[in-house]
């Protein structure tokens, strides 16, 4: 009884040991998201599973630091040397346009096709915003404005427009969150977005990311 303790007890010790190492090197690292910004492919409240062993890529979640030393997620867009640009929310990399289906964009909509998807609404807990009396914006996927026969016009600052926040250099380009660029990825840099476009503090606010700000990147 009591050798069976003991082994109890030392595989413990080394799981925790295995463990600790693993969060301390990124090995293997555990997060959840706290914002909405990767929404709908990630809701708020959802663990992510990721390892610096991992290879940042096109497409992939790329977990990086923050100097307040909080760790944010978003999407690779693009990498060092890529040209990126986005004209009216739709994304160009080296001069072809990305799909992009699953992300949520803004869209404006009646009260009358408002009323024709409430049920919808009710249940997903769509954004609306009202804008006056007849007029609306609500957040969905490209796919969901298809699935639900919604004629709708893309919600979009025009171009010169100012986006409180945006970063710097950006900002001093008159670009914002809609319409930015064309501008190329620096040296060892990746151009980072949330799926949420209209609600993730990503690469436009912040600029590139480094990749000695790099910790792991999404395997689940």
């Known amino acids: 009884m009591k050798k069976t303790i ?3 007890i030392v595989v413990a010790t080394v799981i925790l040991v295995l463990w600790v190492a693993a969060r301390f090197t990124h090995t293997f690292e ?6 909405s910004a990767m929404e709908p492919t990630y809701k708020q ?3 992510l599973m990721a390892s610096r ?5 096109y497409n992939a979640l790329i977990c990086f630091k923050q100097p ?3 760790v944010w ?3 690779c867009i693009a990498k060092e040397g890529d040209v990126v640009e986005l004209k009216d929310a739709k994304v160009y990399v080296n001069g072809k346009q990305l799909d992009e289906p699953y992300t949520y964009n803004e869209y404006y909509i009646t009260t009358r096709q408002l009323d024709s998807i409430r049920g919808y609404i009710n249940q997903y807990k769509y954004v609306v915003r009202l804008l006056n009396d007849s007029l609306h914006t609500i957040v969905l996927t490209a796919n969901e404005v298809k699935e639900y026969h919604l004629n709708l016009r893309q919600f979009t600052l025009t171009k010169g427009a100012t986006s409180q926040g945006i970063y710097g250099e950006f900002n001093v380009m008159k670009y914002n969150e809609d319409n930015l660029g064309p501008i190329k990825v620096p040296k060892n840099s990746y151009f980072l977005l949330g799926d949420n476009r209209h609600n993730a503090m990503d690469s ?12 792991s990147t999404v395997i689940n």
């Open 6 to 8: 003991i082994a109890i």
């Open 45 to 47: 409240g959802s663990m």
């Open 53 to 57: 062993f991992k290879k940042p890529d």
């Open 68 to 70: 307040d030393k909080t």
């Open 204 to 215: 436009r606010y912040l600029g590139f990311i480094t990749t000695d700000d790099v910790v």
């Open 30 to 35: 555990t997060y959840v998201l706290s914002t």
């Open 73 to 75: 997620v978003f999407r």
